[in-house]
T-cell receptor
């Protein structure tokens, strides 16, 4: 069966520091991969999605970037965090058709 | 612009008191409507996919229905363990297989 791993679970970082969140998927090949952010009182906001290695689409201009160095690895990064980057970051995977997204358990990021 | 609106934002029920959650959507060429359950501090858990108007799906005390403009999640005789935030999402043609989510309905069921 397929599993998705996301780490760390919680993270507290100072403003201006770098960020790297990692997500890996097991049990499937060539998944579509996604990064979402969930802020208090708001819905899930799509940040990036990827249909293959090195293929990244950005949905919202921001202080963040994403990379997919391997088929089942998706990384969310920032060179300098802002206070507004605080939130709950969720990684997800899906098949290549109209199948549902399956989410990891998220990373709670607090920028201080 | 594609949008998903869920109502109510919050719902409090007594155990056994049935009710419905609403999800209205505006999207060109719906390719799927998805319901998720999210517990505090966790990622959303997939419940149902509906693809065409008139379709219904059931799972335990939950039943999802779909019309051309909205979807309902009916909760029959809820229990305290049904307390969670329920999210509705539609597939966004301009973003491949990505989903556009509503803000969710937070359900609290008391015994």
């Amino acid at each position: 069966s397929q599993t998705i791993h996301q780490w760390p679970a919680t993270l507290v970082q100072p403003v201006g520091s770098p960020l790297s969140l990692e997500c890996t998927v097991e049990g499937t090949s060539n998944p579509n991969l996604y990064w979402y952010r969930q802020a208090a009182g708001r819905g899930l906001q799509l940040l990036f999605y990827s249909v293959g290695i090195g293929q990244i689409s950005s949905e919202v201009p921001q202080n963040l970037s994403a990379s997919r160095p391997q088929d089942r690895q998706f990384i969310l990064s920032s060179k300098k965090l802002l206070l507004s980057d605080s939130g709950f970051y969720l990684c997800a995977w899906s098949g290549t058709d109209n199948s549902p997204l399956h989410f990891g358990n998220g990373t709670r990021l607090t920028v201080t | 612009e594609d949008q998903v609106t869920q109502s109510p934002e919050a719902l409090r029920l007594q155990e056994g008191e049935s009710s419905s959650l609403n999800c209205s959507y505006t999207v060109s060429g719906l390719r799927g409507l998805f319901w998720y359950r999210q517990d505090p501090g966790k990622g959303p858990e997939f419940l149902f996919t509906l693809y065409s108007a008139g379709e219904e799906k059931e799972k335990e005390r939950l039943k999802a229905t779909l019309t051309k403009k909205e979807s309902f999640l009916h909760i029959t005789a809820p229990k305290p363990e049904d307390s969670a935030t329920y999210l509705c999402a539609v597939q966004a043609p301009q973003a491949g297989t990505a989903l556009i989510f509503g803000k969710g309905t937070t359900l609290s069921v008391s015994s």
